[in-house]
Every structure is written in C-alpha cells, then in structure tokens.
C-alpha cells in the first residue's frame, strides 16, 4: 500500500525506480547473452562449411586425387559453398526484418495467388522428387499481408515439406475461412517431428533432423523467418505432427472480406 507520509512515500518511489533499474539490468544482460549466443551459433554455422571447403581444396591442391574423387570433392565444395550462401541470405533476411518489425504496412493480398506463385518456384524441386503438391480450387481469398513476404512463408514451409518427406508423397495446402481469420495448413506425409521438439522448430538453429537438414541446404532459420513474418502481420503460427506420419505446419492471418454480420444484413 502507499503511504501517505511523504517522506515513506518518497522511499517507497526509490524503491521502485531501483526495482526499475534491477529489471532493465537484467533485460539487457538478458538480450546481450542472447546476441552473443546468436553469434556464437552464426560463426558455428559458417565454421562447419568452411572447414570442409578448406580441406577438399587442400586435397585437390595436393594432386594425386583419381578422376571420380576429384569429381566428389568438387561437388563438397560446391554443395558446402551453396550452403553458406543460404546461410547468408537466410541471415541477411531476418535482420530485414527485425529492422523493419514495427513498419510492416499490411495490404490487401490474394492469398492464392501468392500461393501458386510459389508452387511455380518450387514445383521442379517437388518434382525431381516426384512429390505432388495439391492446393485448393481456384478461390480468390482476400487476406491483410505483405505479398513477398506472404511468398517467402510458402517457399519456406513449402520447402520444408519437401525435404522432409519421402519421395513419390502428397503435400497438401488447405486452407478453413474463420470468423475473422484464415487459418492456412501446409501439410505432409514426412518423417514428422517429437512432441518434445514441437515448441523449439520455430527457435533460430534449432533442428531435430541434423544430417537431413544438412544434406538438403538447410540453414535452421527457415521457420525462424515464417514466425518472424507471420507475427509481424499479427497472425500466428504452429505445428502439429506425429512421428513417422507426419507434419501440419499452419498460421492465421487476418481475413479482409470479413462476413456481414446477420443484425446489418
Ligand atoms: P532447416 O533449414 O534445418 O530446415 P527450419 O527452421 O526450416 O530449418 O526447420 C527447423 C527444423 O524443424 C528442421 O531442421 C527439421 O528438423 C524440422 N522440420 C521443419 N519442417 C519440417 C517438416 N515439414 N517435417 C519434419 N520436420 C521438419
């Protein structure tokens, strides 16, 4: 309670603006180990392609190395090469975003036509696969988005489920009009993800598939970016998934054509 004496009323407000003082402290110190661990986690992430460049063009260098092994370490170095550049990219996006956070200016946006702009992109890489991706009739959906970053949120999860599935399997994008909202679901029949896991895949370098996620390019930013984006246009995301079976990655954003309601009709 505050007191009325001036004197206690004055300690009291040091008391606070100390407390004040206390939580900014520790909001920063908090903020700072998390910059430092995003540092750490970045030079890891490079220190890995790196060192495998390095050692195949040292080999290389050295000679001697038959035809077929020259072939191999050349591809290394290619594919370890294309993984930085990824990484970087994936980097260079996130910070974009998080410089733009507060200004994102939402419009009207076709949300399939966004939708088949991205199955364009990605489709051949479904396809050498031989993975189907099956979207909704043509229904023109009016959401409040921002168009190329709608298309990056695609690309990624879309990307997602194809490279963690088996070859010859559906993708499905389904899409449940809600009052206010859409609800969009990117599903597939993949390898899915543990309960434990399912809280930590949207956290920046978290991965449960190490080696697959390597082998296919991946940078672990990828759903970093699809929450970072979604949140910025006040939508949310989620996962739901079963091992084995597996994985329904959805988010919401806010419907534009939202229904009249039954008094103003
Ligand atoms: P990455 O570049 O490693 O794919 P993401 O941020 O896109 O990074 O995903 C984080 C992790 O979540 C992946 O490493 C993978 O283990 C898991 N994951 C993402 N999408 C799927 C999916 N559709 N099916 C199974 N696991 C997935």
Same mark, same amino acid.
């Given at each position: 309670?505050i007191?009325?004496?001036?004197r206690?009323r004055?300690k009291a407000d040091g008391?606070?603006?100390?407390l004040?003082?206390?939580?900014?402290?520790s909001?920063?110190?908090?903020?700072?180990r998390?910059r430092s661990?995003?540092v750490?986690?970045v030079?890891?992430e490079?220190?890995t392609?790196?060192a495998?460049?390095?050692?195949?063009?040292e /080999?290389l260098?050295?000679g001697?190395v038959?035809?077929?092994?020259?072939?191999k370490?050349?591809?290394?170095?290619?594919?370890e090469?294309?993984?930085?550049g990824?990484?970087?990219s994936?980097?260079?996006?996130?910070?974009k975003l998080?410089a /733009?956070d507060?200004?994102v200016d939402?419009?009207?946006?076709?949300l399939?036509?966004v939708?088949?702009?991205?199955v364009?992109?990605?489709?051949?890489?479904?396809?050498?696969? +031989?993975i189907?991706?099956?979207?909704?009739?043509?229904?023109?959906v009016?959401?409040w988005?921002e168009?190329?970053?709608?298309?990056?949120?695609f690309?990624?999860?879309?990307a997602?489920a194809?490279?963690?599935s088996?070859?010859?399997?559906?993708?499905?994008?389904?899409w449940?009009v809600?009052?206010?909202?859409?609800k969009?679901?990117?599903q597939?029949n993949g390898? +899915?993800?543990?309960?434990?896991s399912?809280d930590?895949v949207?956290?920046?370098f978290y991965?449960v598939?190490k080696?697959r996620?390597r082998?296919?390019?991946?940078?672990?930013?990828g759903?970093?970016?699809?929450k970072?984006?979604?949140?910025?246009?006040g939508?949310?995301?989620?996962?739901?998934s079963e091992e084995?079976? +597996?994985s329904?990655?959805?988010?919401?954003?806010?419907r534009?054509?939202?229904?009249?309601?039954?008094?103003?009709?």
């Open positions: 309670p007191s009325a004496d001036p206690l004055a008391a606070h603006d100390v004040m003082l206390v939580n900014d402290v909001e920063w110190r908090r903020l700072e998390m661990e995003f750490a986690n030079s890891h490079l220190k392609p790196i495998a460049i390095r050692g195949f063009a /080999t260098l050295d001697g038959d035809e077929e092994a020259q072939q370490f050349l591809q290394t170095i290619y594919d090469s294309m993984r930085m990824n990484l970087v994936d980097l260079l996006e996130l910070s998080e /733009t507060s200004r939402p419009v009207a946006v076709d399939y036509e939708l088949e702009r991205a364009d992109r990605i489709g051949p890489t479904a396809s050498e696969r +031989g189907r991706i099956v979207i909704p009739p043509r229904d023109p009016q959401v988005a168009p190329d970053m709608l298309l990056q949120v690309l990624n999860l879309l997602n194809i490279h963690y088996p070859p010859q399997s559906t993708i499905r994008v389904t449940d809600l009052v206010d909202r859409i969009v679901h990117v597939d390898i +899915g993800i543990p309960q434990e399912l930590r949207f956290e920046r991965r598939h080696d996620s082998a296919s390019g991946g940078t672990g930013l759903l970093a970016i699809v970072h984006i979604i949140s910025s246009l939508g949310e995301v989620g996962v739901e084995g079976k +597996g329904d990655f959805w988010f919401t954003l806010s534009l054509d939202r229904p009249v309601s039954a008094r103003s009709r």
